[in-house]
């Protein structure tokens, strides 16, 4: 979530004094019996089992009648395989500091009952990934052992809170509760299953429960799913405080307020460097909005950095220094565009492998990356994201929702009025990967020569566009080599071009191309006089699924698109070619928007092979799997298939 | 592997990341743009000037050891903004970083205008595999940046000890334009220096005032280095200078400090000496309770060793020299965890109670390239292993190495010396062996016949050496149905098209001293062609993936390969009734003392059998050996396309 939300806070203190409630996790504390757990049999057979996983939110109301906030987490698990023991003997504590950790127990016990206890003295503090955190040791940890820890720990007032309740592990008994003051009202929704729920009021606390037994572990390694979001989550927001107006708090239209505020903050302050930059940039000169929208876009992509550390007090100083925080970047793209008349939309929005984002519950936590809309041209633009320029985002926003937040004014006074839809406008015609081949053998048949082009459209070209214009010389060749190489495990390239890479000019509306001449012994296998020639290799090597389980996520693909390839094989003199007939395919779910076709046909001494593959839906339920399992594999049954020359 | 490296790799690492300089820039830079540019083309940055002026002198009775870094670089293309955020790294116990001082210089007009760098955060870091350390960080952002754009980096770095002098590189990555290192010390210090890669691009001059000499070494132009797979270790190619003190006089008195590999050996003992050696019932019942039903000493020194591996897991805290010096065994006992120098000190320990010499012994990995005679410091090794006499041979163990078994050192550790202590006073250097590659056998053996279109057969893999270790840690990871999944994905028969059923692992898989054995029965689809009454079917049913050819036009390193090994994979074939032999591929073979193969085709009665023979004698493959390497992989990579042609009788 972007927003500070420093201005909506007070108004959730009491106005009047209080006496400062106690925090109701304060005593919370172990259990004393530290007897095994007995395993069922499906817990047995798990390398370990999380036999208790609680999560406790609490919220009170201190002596000055202000919000505080405390987190406890408990958990209790059993080790079944030593391998298992480096999982858990390294615990992670969200904080920075030992102060900030109120209460703390953490003990091993081993099968024969060795009980061993952690000291809060032996936490250590680190950094990693630019996040700080206190760790601790745990120690005594052995194969049959379990662990046992809670902590409590201070945590900013938030009002709105995410947890899961499903991971790689068994979990037998999953927890959530959200505690505090009677008088504000609570609101959760559980995704992807069930729990059970209690609400309660007791001496002015409010405690919303949520539990499930027995979750079953949810596979993360399928392909084309999006693990974290099909994960057992509960998200919860306060919705209402019945000792103030008592209307809905935190609403999208709220959010859609309070952005536009943000993004404006600047919007008198900064008018002067807004209007020198539009002048530098020459906005007025050019000749269409969509230039003027990538002229900004590549004057702050290729200038100006996200740095939320340093302190940098606003836009003037972000465009002398070249940094600034991310919301002061996103707001001089809004001013900027405001400046030029450029109709835009600012969309709030979150990744769909983190999560999807519910239109019907207005938890802010769905908040938090930042896309603009064009609603000219249908188009988006990822704002902080230098690997994406207008007109192509990063493929997790596609189809999920977003907050839109649209300005409209009224006489002098401008607001921002938002909307929650989805993040549409990409069809699988955007995102393709052709490939043209021409064919040829050399060297007695020992070598197959391929002058190849291949054009890589939208998402398709799996950043190797951007890649490519963002390395230097060195790994720019490299990069080129990998690519061509997935193909031939021997090769010698030559005449390689590489066209359309320079992010900043209009080229990047047109596809990525890499063209060259590749000869290779690779896929040549020779039989006497015959020669067999592995012709479905050509197009690469294709995902394959031959070897899956019972399919527990949803199938995800990422992004609609197709593929489009042209091969053509000319007929070495002499050579009568064979198994021609294995080159009709046709595996087609129209009902699912996917399929794989390829068929071929002669024209002298020539062989052309056309193969299709599409992808039309980004998303399929579960029960398409096997049909969706047939269009993948088709492509890589391609890969198997083999052409026979025969003297003739 | 660097996970279960310890202590003395963060100086080489200290080093690498930070790139030092000249006299931070005070006036207007005087660069021409377009000679660097055309240069060097295709870079983003190129280095003006690094250096690293190390003074050291004896003031108020202490040694002082200062260091002045300084780094100008200039940015080339219009990426510059990529390269604004800036980190200098150092490990708060050995060093202190004070007066940083920093900015960029962007081009206005035919000036440069200077902006200087804003707040400096000093922050607490961590090295990747390392549970906790000192390693701090100091952040900082250079503004304004943009193409020919020249950042100015000046700080000071305060050393604590004197056994650590950095070492410095005098080329990298980044071409670098002038590089210098110079140290001024005592007269009265003796100095020693080693340089390494120099091949003529450094020159060394040595100047005398009155009480100090002064050190200075200069590098040539460079145009920096190649990033390569497989590659040896930075220190092995690139130009570099090690310095340490050997000794110097305090208050008339010699004060010895890095002299030679006794000197450096006195220090480590010293470092061990609060160690306390108590008797501990709990150690004393647990080695009588490993070693009850061994019979023999060696199968005493297995039960411990290996106890050792499986029970004490890798969990590294490297806190100032907490990161030389070993914990209590009973302490590392009691916690259940530790890192490579705890579990040595342990392994000994229990192996003492049991009434068996063992002996720690101090080692850098292969990617350290000096020996102990040539870098007597603590820059020389980076890991600490236990050894025992058997039989007259030294063996070595690495309790970090979890399926290791007794009798292999860890693969990382091949070919190096290790630095064995005797006794407090008495120590030996000791070269590691290299495996031999018939220790490292990796088998596969299939009976198929033909059915239709598709093969079927039984399949059995076997593995021992460091191969079998391999597995063992990937089985880890994978456990239930998981595991079969796993073995089944990575059996990587014929096209991939493939069903395994009935995969069964040996019971005695993850027993060190055995081997792992994998049965299965299999399908393959589509891996025959099928053409009229031809049938045209492969028998190398799996890719050798370990012997690919090297680019040698582009290719600027040796490689490095992690272990030696054997590989077989035996093909039968029964030709389905109705069938005649129409071809059979011929037989082929390439040989020399390091690597070489052998392919051979033969038929008895209705059987044809494949049997093909791979083996690779060596841990790095040099460039002189290239061309051979190139004829051999490719002579290997044919004949493994070779097909056997069959035709199907009249009736």
Known sequence: ?648 | MTSRINFCVRIVFLTLLLPFTHQAAAQQPDVNFDDFNQRYPGQDVCILKKSEHLDISVSGGALKLKSVHNTDMLFLTDKASMFLNKSIYYYDHFSDIKDIKANSWIPEGDKYKKYNVGDITFKKSKRDGVFYDDLMEAQFVYPSLKKGAITSLQYTEILHDPHFLNDFYFAGYTPTENSEYRITFPDDMKLNYVIRNNNGSIQFKEERSKHTITYTFTGKSNGGYKREDDAPDNSYFMPHVIVYIDKYTLNNKEVKVLSDVGELYGWYQELLKNLKHENHPELKALADSLTRNASTEREKIKAIYYWVQDQIKYIAFEDGLGGFIPREPIETYNKRFGDCKDKATLLNELLHEAGIKSYPVWIGTRSIPYTYNEVPTPMVDNHMIAAVQDSGKWVFMDATAQHLPYGLPTSMIQGKEGLIGISPSEYKLVTVPETPYETNKQEESFGITLDGGLIKGRGITYASGYPAELINEALDQVNGDKRTEWINKSLGLGNGKYKATGIQLNKDYNNRDSSVIINYDFEIQDFVTTVGDQVYVNLNLTKYSNFEKIDIDKRENDKEIDFKTSSKLETVFKIPEGYEIVKLPSSQAYSNPKFGFSVNYSVTDNMISLKKEVYVNVLTVTKADFNDWNTAAGQLYDASKDLIVLKKLNP
């Open chain 1, 1 to 648: 979530m972007k927003i500070r939300l420093i201005t909506l806070l007070t108004f959730l203190s009491l106005q009047f004094a209080v006496k400062a409630q106690e925090f109701e996790t304060q005593t919370y504390d172990l259990p004393s019996d530290t007897k095994h757990a007995v395993l069922t049999d499906t817990e047995k057979a798990e390398p370990s089992v999380l036999l208790l996983d609680k999560n406790i939110y609490e919220y009170r109301y201190n002596k000055d009648g202000d919000l505080e906030s405390v987190y406890t987490k408990h958990r209790k698990i059993h080790i079944n395989d030593a391998a298992e023991v480096e999982h858990y003997n390294r615990i992670y504590f969200p904080v920075n500091n030992p102060e900030s950790i109120l209460s703390l127990r953490l003990r091993s016990v081993t099968k024969s009952g060795k009980i061993t206890e952690m000291k809060k003295s032996d936490l250590k503090k680190i950094t990693e990934d630019d996040h700080d955190y206190m760790i601790l040791a745990v120690e005594g940890l052995e194969k049959d052992a379990e662990l046992e820890y809670f902590f409590t720990i201070k945590r900013g007032v938030t009002y709105f809170l995410t947890e899961f309740a499903q991971s790689g592990t068994f979990i037998r008994h999953a927890e959530v509760q959200v505690i505090s003051p009677a008088n504000l009202i609570w609101e959760a929704k559980t995704y992807n299953g069930e729990m059970a729920v209690t609400d309660t009021v007791i001496n002015d606390k409010r405690i919303l429960k949520y539990t499930r037994e027995n979750v079953p572990v949810l596979d993360s390694e399928e392909k084309y799913a999006a693990y974290t979001a099909n994960r057992q989550r509960i998200e919860f927001k306060l919705a209402r405080n019945t000792s103030g107006s008592n209307l809905r708090l935190f609403t999208w239209g709220d959010a859609g307020k309070r952005y536009y505020e943000i993004m404006h903050e600047e919007e008198k302050s900064a008018h002067k460097d807004i209007e020198k930059l539009s002048s530098q940039l020459s906005l007025k000169k050019l000749s269409s909005d969509e230039a003027r929208i990538r002229a900004i876009e590549n004057f702050i992509k290729m200038n100006i950095n996200i740095n939320e550390q340093a302190e940098v007090s606003g836009i003037p100083e972000l465009l002398k220094k070249h940094y600034g925080s991310e919301n002061q970047v996103v707001s001089l793209y809004i001013l900027m565009l405001e400046n030029a008349n450029i109709p835009h939309e600012l969309v709030v929005t979150t990744s769909r492998f983190d999560a999807w984002f519910d239109p019907e519950f207005d938890t802010w936590n769905f908040l938090d990356s930042y896309l603009l809309f064009f609603p000219a041209t249908g188009k988006y633009m990822d704002p902080t994201n230098i690997l994406y320029r207008y007109g192509e985002v990063p493929y997790e926003f596609i189809n999920n929702n977003g907050l839109f937040v649209k300005k409209v004014s009224i006489g002098a006074v401008s607001n921002g009025v938002s909307v929650v839809k989805k993040i549409e406008g990409v069809t699988y015609t955007d995102n393709f990967n052709k490939l043209n081949a021409e064919i040829t053998f050399e060297k007695n048949m020992d070598e197959v020569k391929i002058i190849s082009k291949q054009e890589y459209g939208g998402n398709a070209d799996n950043l190797y566009r951007t890649v490519y214009f963002y390395s230097d010389a060195e790994s720019r060749s490299k990069m080129i080599d990998e690519i061509i190489k997935s193909n031939f495990n021997d090769m010698k390239t030559t005449d390689t071009k590489v066209s359309n890479f320079d992010l900043t000019k209009d080229e990047y509306s047109k596809p990525f191309i890499v063209e060259t001449t590749v000869n290779s012994p690779s896929l040549m296998q020779h039989a006497g006089t015959d020669v067999v020639f592995s012709i479905g290799d050509v197009i690469g090597q294709q995902v394959e699924m031959y070897q899956e389980h019972a399919r527990q996520n949803p199938i995800d693909v990422g992004f609609p698109h197709y593929y489009e390839r042209v091969l053509v094989v000319t007929v070495p003199k002499g050579y009568e070619v064979k198994g021609l007939e294995k080159l009709e395919m046709d595996i087609v779910f129209n009902d699912l928007g996917t399929g794989f076709t390829s068929s071929y046909k002669r024209d002298g001494d020539k062989i052309i092979v056309t193969v299709n593959e599409f992808y039309k839906n980004v998303q399929l339920p579960v029960s398409a799997f096997d049909n969706f399992k047939k269009v993948i594999n088709a492509a890589a049954d391609f890969n198997k298939i083999k052409l026979v020359f025969v003297k003739s």
